[in-house]
């Protein structure tokens, strides 16, 4: 049993889900905001509406800087990395256009495109391989065979961590005058993201998995040429307020509504702690991952999904066993030993159908920031007790 | 009441709070003084709630500043010390 009543785990393994602890800097900043940056940021100009204002500005700028983001304006703070992927999406495509998209989406990008399927836009998925990874020639294959508006990819699997070839990926939907759209929930903090460098037109991520923040803060970069029609209007503080329209300017144009100061100061600090510490950080996690993998490997019955070991992947490890289910495994897990792990289907129907594992699930142990070699120790032992007894 | 008499000051207008924390930071860093106040009526609308004031005889420099680092303004005025 675990060692006390706190339902703190023992090992934290599901930073796929979210990361857990945070860095002290970020519970601090969370804090400040709460007790000395209380007033409604954008709203009124005495000093303490003017500190939250400028924590908000300071927060943009460090996210930028930390993602390669040229104008901090054009990166807009969300509720969600799902409300970032809903307005990507729904706010630049209309009826009559088509979108090519990997087979390896989360909800947050499967749910608002078959929605949109619905509403007159053709979907055309590319199979992923067994590993996760959608190839870029079966991408360009289908952008070819038709006039595409965007092909839409995630940058990395929260399944089998796979790394998508964005990059790539964004030079064959520009020769062919798509846009390219991109789910970077498990990217962003876990592998360096250039923004710049990728070339991509939009790039939606959490606050609050890779990037070390507080839960209901996302990010989404537009590019800025990118035409986006808002999905949410309201008010967004000044004297503009008799217009109608919501103003043309970023990053106010999407984001009405009073902000979450708490929840943006507390990924600024995030993002400020991987700018310092991320290069380290991201060595320790492939490490770890390694360490994972090989150990599971050993153990009789379980099969590793994903790219092979040592192979590029954020630190996400999901397994299968021949004889267990993945929810038996992740409950004796979690009861017998205190560690924090997630079975099922990750809300990625999608993505279990690519590689074989929708009817079955998978255990899935996501490595993050705050985790040692002991913790992976105390999972594999954990895992062969399991399957042995 | 004093009998001071009341000094005109600058005032320029963003559309958004972001450009105008970004001109502030600017303008400070690069030794031209400015105050945030609550945007004025006056100075027009469709602008964020934060303006910057400033004196009169900086107003040249700050527009030269914030041209060649593309932040824009979008309303100009003037307001009295109050
Ligand atoms: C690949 C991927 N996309 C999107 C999301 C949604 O993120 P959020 O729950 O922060 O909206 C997740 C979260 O699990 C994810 O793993």
Aim: proline fraction near 6%; include cysteine.
């Amino acid at each position: 049993m675990p060692a006390s009543s706190s339902p703190r785990p023992v090992a934290y393994l599901d930073h796929g889900a979210t990361s857990w602890p945070k860095p002290e800097q970020v519970v601090h900043a969370v804090t400040r905001a709460l007790t000395d940056l209380g007033g409604n940021p954008g709203r009124g100009a005495y000093a303490m509406a003017l500190a939250a204002s400028r924590a908000i500005f300071e927060s943009r700028r460090t996210c930028a800087e930390l993602l390669g983001v040229p104008d901090s304006s054009d990166l807009i703070f969300q509720p969600s990395c799902t409300a970032g992927c809903n307005l990507m999406l729904k706010g630049t495509l209309k009826p009559g256009d088509r979108v090519v998209v990997g087979s390896m989406e989360h909800n947050a990008v499967a749910r608002p495109l078959e929605h949109l399927a619905r509403t007159g836009i053709e979907v055309v998925v590319v199979q992923g391989d067994r590993t996760g990874l959608v190839d870029p020639d079966d991408v360009e294959r289908e952008v070819r065979a038709a006039p595409t508006r965007a092909v839409v990819c995630q940058h990395a699997s929260n399944l089998t961590g796979t790394i998508q070839l964005i990059g790539d990926l964004a030079d064959i939907a520009h020769e062919h005058g798509a846009l390219m759209l991109v789910d970077g929930a498990q990217g962003a903090g876990h592998v360096d993201v250039d923004i710049g460098v990728l070339g991509v037109d939009a790039y939606a991520t959490s606050g609050h998995k890779g990037m070390l923040g507080p839960q209901g803060v996302g990010l989404l970069y537009l590019s800025p040429d990118l035409d986006v029609r808002t999905q949410v209007e309201g008010g967004t503080g000044g004297g503009g307020s008799e217009s109608p329209d919501m103003p043309i300017e970023r990053p106010d144009r999407y984001e009405a509504g009073t902000a979450n100061t708490p929840g943006i100061v507390g990924l600024g600090a995030g993002a400020a702690f991987l700018i310092a510490e991320g290069a380290r950080q991201h060595r320790r996690e492939t490490e770890l991952v390694y360490q994972l993998i090989e150990g599971i490997s050993q153990i009789e019955g379980f099969r590793v999904l994903g790219p092979p070991a040592g192979a590029p992947r954020v630190p996400i490890v999901s397994a299968v066993h021949e004889r267990l289910e993945a929810d038996r495994i992740a409950f004796a897990l979690d009861r017998t030993y205190g560690i924090a792990a997630r079975a099922g289907l990750h809300c990625a129907p999608w993505a279990h159908r690519t590689i074989g594992t929708v009817d079955c699930g998978a255990v899935r142990l996501g490595v993050g920031w705050g985790n040692t070699s002991e913790h992976i120790g105390l999972a594999l032992r954990a895992l062969r007790e399991i399957v042995t007894s | 009441m004093s009998g001071r008499p009341l000094r005109t000051f600058a005032v320029l207008g963003f559309a958004t709070t972001h450009t105008a924390l970004a001109a502030e930071q600017l303008l400070r860093d690069l030794g031209v003084p400015v105050t945030p106040i609550p945007a004025p009526a006056s100075i027009g609308n469709g602008l964020c709630g934060i303006a910057l004031r400033l004196e009169p005889g900086d107003v040249e420099r700050a527009d030269t500043l914030l041209e060649r680092a593309e932040l824009r303004v979008a309303a100009r005025g003037d307001i009295e010390d109050v």
